[in-house]
């Protein structure tokens, strides 16, 4: 988790690379933009689709793998850019089908922390992640250094919610959460005493949400399920009990009004929040645009469930039942 900083400033260092990768990468007319991906890339990957869509003007969709490695679905990738995000680009299943995509006609970019790996191979450029190894299993520089990728691919492909300026703020945003270290205990305690947890965000934070939920699980052995502060109004608040906590995740943006709304409606339950207020039980800092509030949110939620899980008795670093490199096929 320190290290994140540091590898965040030198992909930002090394960005003239991932240019070359996305210009030999990209197809002359774009159609639009699919996402292969699993576990957190995959919520990484959710960040992707909102700064990809904003940049390039064109549909961006999360490929659904099975169609292609269980089902054989014939499709037609012509004139789509493929990404393909993997931290060690040696999961099967995604390089099965950015291997399929690419055969389709359409132009493969891997996102992965090795450079050599099969997935690399398959793709017509790579943007290296550069985080080194990573020793535990649950993924946290190279998380970040994914949403960073995205970032940067994105300011590549088009306009973004922020400036080459404020990117280059956020190594000392991600330094900043990393150093608030007593608030997260005093979360951590907070949480203690749940089994279940909804995870609340809204627009570019829905990611953090969805990968706040899988620290919880795979850390703590704690039920977690990340929601959009809209979805969850439209069937899943009925769920939400008194005896299920919520930690919202709030970005200073115009995604923030809908969990205030839906706060006052879960009045009386245990709330733990992460946003760039002062009120807030873990404060992320108020330095960055709405967009890139994701990565001191991501340094805030591994902290959460680091010390959630040492309270638990439990070795965040080896979750019980998984592996670091997931076989799926």
């Not at 956020?170 to 270290?181: E, F, G, H, S, T």
Request: net charge negative; glycine share 8%.
């Amino acid at each position: 988790m320190a290290e994140q900083p540091a590898v965040i400033t030198r992909q930002l260092d090394n960005r003239q690379e991932t240019i070359r990768a996305v210009n030999d990468a990209r197809p002359n007319q774009l159609q639009g933009v699919v996402i292969v991906a699993r576990g957190s890339s995959d919520n990484a990957a959710v960040f992707g689709s909102y700064l990809l869509e904003r940049a390039t003007g064109r549909p961006v969709a999360m490929v659904t793998p099975s169609t292609h490695t269980l089902y054989g679905a014939q499709m037609d990738y012509r004139g789509y850019l493929a990404i393909a995000v993997s931290q060690s680009g040696q999961t099967p299943e995604i390089i099965s089908v950015l291997s399929r995509i690419v055969e389709a006609g359409g132009q493969g970019l891997a996102v992965t922390n090795d450079v050599d790996s099969n997935l690399a191979v398959v793709a017509h450029a790579v943007v290296a992640l550069e985080a080194g190894h990573e020793l535990a299993i649950p993924a946290t520089k190279t998380y970040t250094a994914q949403l960073a990728a995205f970032a940067l691919i994105a300011s590549v492909l088009g306009p973004t919610p922020f400036t080459e300026a404020q990117l280059a703020n956020v190594p000392q945003a991600m330094q900043c959460a990393l150093d608030r270290d007593n608030d997260a205990q005093q979360a951590a305690r907070k949480l203690l005493g749940f089994d279940r947890l909804a995870v609340v965000a809204r627009g570019y934070l829905l990611a953090a949400a969805y990968e706040a939920a899988l620290k919880v699980k795979e850390t703590c052995a704690i039920w977690a399920q990340g929601f959009s502060a809209a979805d969850i109004a439209h069937g899943p608040i009925a769920a939400v009990t008194h005896d299920v906590g919520v930690l919202t995740l709030l970005g200073g943006g115009t995604g923030d009004a809908d969990i205030t709304a839906l706060l006052r409606r879960l009045h009386g339950r245990t709330v733990i929040e992460i946003g760039p207020t002062k009120r807030a039980d873990m404060p992320t800092g108020d330095e960055l645009p709405e967009a890139l509030t994701c990565f001191p949110t991501a340094v805030r939620v591994q902290q959460l469930a680091c010390l959630t899980a040492l309270l638990r008795g439990m070795n965040p670093d080896q979750p019980a039942a998984l592996t670091k490199v997931t076989a799926t096929h």
